[in-house]
C-alpha cells in the first residue's frame, strides 16, 4: 500500500523557516520524481516544487523561488522542503505527490497527474 506522510508544519512568523517531511512507503521511491503543492485556505492547488528521481534537478513556482528547496533522500525513502523567508501568503495545506508515470516530472497541480496524495501538513505564517 503506497502511503505518503507529510510533517514539519506549523506556526510561524514572517521571514521564519520550517522544513517540511513526506515520508513514503510502499512503493519504490527511487524511481519516481516528486513534487509538493499546496492549498491556501478558500483557494485552489498551487504547485509549489518537485525534484527528480535522482535529485540532481530541481523546480520551483514563481512564488518560491528562492526562498524554498526541495531535496530527498532515497535512502530513507523521504522528501523535505525546505521553506525560508516565510510570507503571509505562503499560509497553506502543503501535499506531498506522487506521479502517476516514473520518469515524469510534474510541475503542474492537476491532480489527474498524480495517483498517490499525502494527507498534508498545515503552515501558518502569521505575526
Known amino acids: 500500500e503506497v502511503q505518503l506522510v507529510e510533517s514539519g508544519g506549523g506556526l510561524v512568523q514572517p521571514g521564519g523557516s520550517l522544513r517540511l517531511s513526506c515520508a513514503a512507503s510502499?512503493?519504490?521511491?527511487?524511481?519516481?520524481?516528486m513534487s509538493w503543492v499546496r492549498q491556501a485556505p478558500g483557494k485552489g492547488l498551487e504547485w509549489v516544487s518537485a525534484i527528480n528521481s535522482g535529485g540532481s534537478s530541481t523546480w520551483y513556482a514563481d512564488s518560491v523561488k528562492g526562498r524554498f528547496t526541495i531535496s530527498r533522500d532515497n535512502a530513507k525513502n523521504t522528501l523535505y522542503l525546505q521553506l525560508n523567508n516565510l510570507r503571509l501568503e505562503d499560509t497553506a495545506t502543503y501535499y506531498c505527490?506522487?506521479?502517476?508515470?516514473?520518469?515524469?516530472?510534474?510541475?503542474?497541480?492537476?491532480?489527474?497527474?498524480?495517483?498517490?496524495w499525502g494527507p498534508g501538513t498545515q503552515v501558518t505564517v502569521s505575526s
Open positions: 505527490a506522487k506521479p502517476a508515470h516514473t520518469l515524469v516530472v510534474e510541475t503542474t497541480a492537476r491532480k489527474d497527474k498524480y495517483n498517490y
Open positions: 510502499g512503493f519504490t521511491f527511487s524511481i519516481y520524481a
